[in-house]
T-cell receptor, first 116, second 122 residues
């Protein structure tokens, strides 16, 4: 099955700096890569996703890049703010031959702390 | 829509007792997922359903765990008997698969998570 590795496990930045979280996946057939944000004591929520037909996607201060050849994708947060502090999870979805698999494999998460 | 609803929000029980967690997915969604989250193992998929039918239960840790989805608006995850190592936050998520004509016509779906049930087994 799919295996997703996420680094770093913790990341501390100063407010206004950029933060980058990286993930690698094992199966080249994976075609969908969402990122979820989980605030302390809350549920994971989708913040951005990227599909295998594009290399980069942006949404305001958040961007995700995908390198299919190297099988890695990254989350970039610019101009970080204290409210960005949370655990961020990457995930990958393996498309099976029947096109009916919707199982997401999650990375272990990155605890991002933005210091004021 | 109220989103995914889970109950109870917190459950404290003693080892050996039966525990039942409940989930109501978002109306109209056709996929339902059960996850377990711990510090050590992260977010693990236990089982998922499509149109009330279990599709993949390879993540269910042991026979002590069972899940059902008797109809489109309700699912349960049962642990019997419970053990201290089952202590975790259990999330239910639902999604609606849609077809994207772009990118070769692949299916994509966002998973919406419920608030979770924090289970403590003493």
């Amino acid at each position: 099955g799919e295996n997703v590795e996420q680094h770093p496990s913790t990341l501390s930045v100063q407010e206004g700096d950029s933060a980058v979280i990286k993930c690698t996946y094992s199966d080249s057939a994976s075609n969908y890569f969402p990122w979820y944000k989980q605030e302390l004591g809350k549920r994971p929520q989708l913040i951005i996703d990227i599909r295998s037909n594009v290399g980069e996607k942006k949404d305001q201060r958040i961007a995700v890049t995908l390198n299919k050849t190297a099988k890695h994708f990254s989350l970039h947060i610019t101009e970080t703010q204290p409210e960005d502090s949370a655990v961020y999870f990457c995930a990958a979805r393996l498309l099976n031959s029947g096109g009916s698999n919707y199982k997401l494999t999650f990375g272990k998460g990155t605890l991002l702390t933005v210091n004021p | 829509d109220a989103g995914v609803i889970q109950s109870p929000r917190h459950e404290v029980t003693e080892m050996g007792q039966e525990v039942t967690l409940r989930c109501k997915p978002i109306s109209g969604h056709d996929y339902l997922f059960w996850y377990r989250q711990t510090m050590m193992r992260g977010l693990e998929l236990l089982i998922y359903f499509n149109n009330n039918v279990p599709i993949d239960d390879s993540g269910m840790p042991e026979d002590r765990f069972s899940a059902k989805m008797p109809n489109a608006s309700f699912s349960t995850l049962k642990i019997q008997p419970s053990e201290p190592r089952d202590s975790a936050v259990y999330f239910c998520a639902s999604s609606l698969v849609f077809w994207s004509g772009l990118a070769g016509g692949h299916n994509y779906n966002e998973q919406f998570f419920g608030p979770g049930t924090r289970l403590t087994v003493l």
